[in-house]
């Protein structure tokens, strides 16, 4: 079993950053995909990004892309998500995800976190 355990959310204004963290525990493996997701009330969970195994390869969804940065330390067991030039849109409760598959743009995410909330005041 995976355990996946999410921190760093808050309140913040716009215009500010925030970053997330990830630390895996259990019966982890480095070569685990990760990724971020984000879900607002009354919405489908959304894709953010995600990272391979070496952290070589990233894939973001299209409204993140040159705001949020993801980033893995296989040393410390770590996924980051560094979100900056925060917007109210970006308010959600952020979850954390692994699978076994390679692939960065498919959603087959076999572990989740529990959460940590962001939210941003205009």
């Known amino acids: 079993q995976v355990q996946l355990v999410e921190s760093g959310g808050g309140l913040v204004q716009a215009g500010s950053s925030l970053r997330l963290s990830c630390a895996p525990s259990?019966?982890?493996?480095?070569?685990?995909?990760m990724g971020w997701f984000r879900r607002t009330p009354g919405k489908e969970r959304e894709f953010v990004a995600a990272?391979?195994?070496?952290?070589?390869?990233?894939y973001y969804e299209d409204s993140v892309k040159g705001r949020f940065t993801i980033s893995r330390d296989n040393a410390k067991n770590t996924v980051y998500l560094q979100m900056n030039s925060l917007k109210p849109e970006d308010t959600a409760v952020y979850y954390c995800?692994?699978?076994?598959?390679?692939?960065?743009?498919?959603?087959?995410?076999?572990?989740w976190g529990q959460g940590t909330q962001v939210t941003v005041s205009s």
């Open positions: 990272i391979n195994w070496s952290g070589g390869s990233t």
């Open positions: 995800a692994a699978k076994v598959s390679v692939r960065l743009t498919t959603m087959d995410y076999n572990y």
């Open positions: 259990g019966r982890t493996r480095s070569s685990y995909t």
